[in-house]
């Protein structure tokens, strides 16, 4: 059974801190990851995507990789109350690039 | 929202009617997919498309058909609708294929009574 595993939160951090958001996943076949964010009520966003070990910066948010953990996690730097939202975390599987599963998400939530 | 649309966005209907949700899109992307979203569930695969007339399942299929004989449009249907088909539908394309993201439309709410 492919899985990819979030804890559910809600995740509360205060704003200007940093939110870290955590997944893991079972398919060691796995090549590319992603992190979409989604509001209440609307679709998911594409915020990043990774797929070599390791760190990827863009703007506030860094993605970083961990194969050989079967780790994938999102910072968000200088969190804002705009923030505040549930994060996806999706692979591929089976060696295919054509197919994502996703996990059940994080809901964040920046205190002002 | 990379140029998809879904409509209806927002459907009731009764246990044992028919109902077809529509996704399209004017980019002309070759694959589309539709996803079905549930508290606790996350977003689950329903059924995809790779090009016009080919399709293939995901991993909640059963109960659902879909149809792509355009290459902007991909229909979904569900044959006899049940109060489990409940649900938040979203459509989505693959983008760049150097990427292999994944981009949505904004979804359609259908309950069935």
């Known amino acids: 059974q492919k899985e990819v595993e979030q804890n559910s939160g809600p995740l509360s951090v205060p704003e200007g801190a940093i939110a870290s958001l955590n997944c893991t996943y079972s398919?060691?076949?796995?090549?590319?990851f992603f992190w979409y964010r989604q509001y209440s009520g609307k679709s998911p966003e594409l915020i990043m995507f990774i797929y070599s070990n390791g760190d990827k910066e863009d703007g506030r948010f860094t993605a970083q990789l961990n194969k050989a953990s079967q780790y994938v996690s999102l910072l968000i730097r200088d969190s804002q109350p705009s923030d505040s939202a549930t994060y996806l975390c999706?692979?591929?599987?089976?060696?295919?690039?054509?197919?994502?599963?996703f996990g059940t998400g994080t809901l964040l939530a920046v205190q002002p | 929202d990379a140029g998809i649309t879904q409509s209806p966005r927002h459907k009731v209907t009764e246990t044992g009617t028919p109902v077809t949700l529509r996704c399209h899109q004017t980019?002309?992307?070759?694959?589309m997919y539709w996803y079905r979203q549930d508290p606790g569930h996350g977003l689950r695969l329903i059924h995809y498309?790779?090009?016009?007339?080919?399709?293939d399942k995901g991993e909640v299929s059963d109960g659902y058909s879909v149809s792509r004989s355009k290459t902007e449009d991909f229909l979904l249907t569900l044959e006899s609708a049940t109060s489990s088909q409940t649900s938040v539908y979203f459509c989505?394309?693959?983008?760049?294929?150097?990427?292999?993201?994944?981009?949505f439309g904004p979804g359609t709410r259908l309950t069935v009574l």
């Open positions: 999706a692979v591929t599987y089976g060696g295919a690039t054509n197919k994502l599963i």
């Open positions: 989505a394309i693959r983008g760049d294929y150097s990427t292999d993201t994944q981009y």
């Open positions: 498309s790779y090009g016009v007339k080919d399709t």
């Open positions: 980019e002309n992307h070759r694959y």
């Open positions: 398919d060691r076949g796995s090549q590319s």
